[in-house]
């Protein structure tokens, strides 16, 4: 995937409900990709032990990103990561840490590593400003939850499971990753039913017209991600074998599955 991705503004329409659904699919879906591309890197770095599987996970706001939206077309750049992956409070692509010598070591080919989680988590959407704040109210939620809490979780479950299951190849690493990443959309869908509870309540005591279609528009928003990260024909190319293998390849030193 490149770096910042046009959504919906090539071919303009007289149906915003369908401009917006459309661009909430794909960001979603560009999010499904991000997520599971992440968690399958550090599921590889845990195998290798460039990470020793034991370091605190968060996941706080963007540093960076590539590309930007205009004000005339209302439109920013959405982060397709619910957040910065973080180990030990430092950003992953900036472990102190690391360095070209132990990532070789580890078997990694370092300049494709650090470039490839660096892109990740600088990739956009461009996208309506509807969009982006609906990914503000579901990133972080009462109690807990939230795409960046269930991201976080997901990438710490699956650096738990790499020691306790001792994965002896890289088909156990791929099963792995497969159930880091359904756990993750499972746990995204709890927080996009909540929302959706929560817009529609709101859309009953709404205070003025214009507070009225911004919350019609974060249902229109969140509804859809919900229906992309409940759909099983939506399917992250690094949770797929083809697409695991490339990975792998890209940033592993002499890949063998």
Not at 46 to 66: M, P
Not at 185 to 206: F, G, P
Request: neutral net charge; contains cysteine; aromatic residues 8%.
């Amino acid at each position: 995937m490149g770096r910042t991705h046009l959504i919906g503004l090539d071919k303009p329409t007289k149906d915003p409900k369908a401009t917006l659904e459309q661009e909430a699919r794909k960001h979603e879906t560009n999010r499904l990709e991000s997520v599971a591309e992440t968690i399958a890197l550090v599921g590889a770095m845990t195998f290798q032990k460039a990470l020793s599987g034991r370091e605190q996970i968060t996941v706080g706001g963007a540093g960076f990103q590539w590309g930007r939206g205009t004000a005339k077309a209302k439109t920013v750049a959405a982060h397709c990561l619910p957040g910065q992956l973080e180990f030990n409070s430092r950003p992953i692509q900036t472990m102190p840490d690391w360095n070209e010598t132990l990532l070789r070591e580890c078997g990694f080919k370092p300049l494709a590593l650090s470039s490839k989680l660096r892109n990740i988590s600088a990739r956009t959407d461009v996208v309506d400003v509807i969009v982006n704040q609906t990914d503000s109210l579901l990133e972080r939620m009462r109690d807990g939850r939230g795409l960046k809490p269930a991201f976080g979780r997901a990438v710490y479950g699956l650096m738990e499971q790499v020691p306790y299951r001792k994965p002896a190849d890289w088909p156990e690493v791929e099963e792995l990753v497969w159930e880091s990443v359904n756990h993750y959309r499972q746990t995204a869908s709890y927080a996009c039913e909540e929302r959706i509870d929560d817009l529609t309540k709101y859309e009953k005591v709404a205070v003025s017209g214009s507070d009225l279609k911004d919350i019609q528009n974060e249902l229109i928003v969140a509804k859809m991600y919900l229906k992309v990260t409940q759909d099983a024909s939506v399917v992250p190319e690094a949770t797929k074998v083809t697409g695991f293998l490339q990975l792998m390849k890209d940033v592993v030193q002499d890949f063998r599955y």
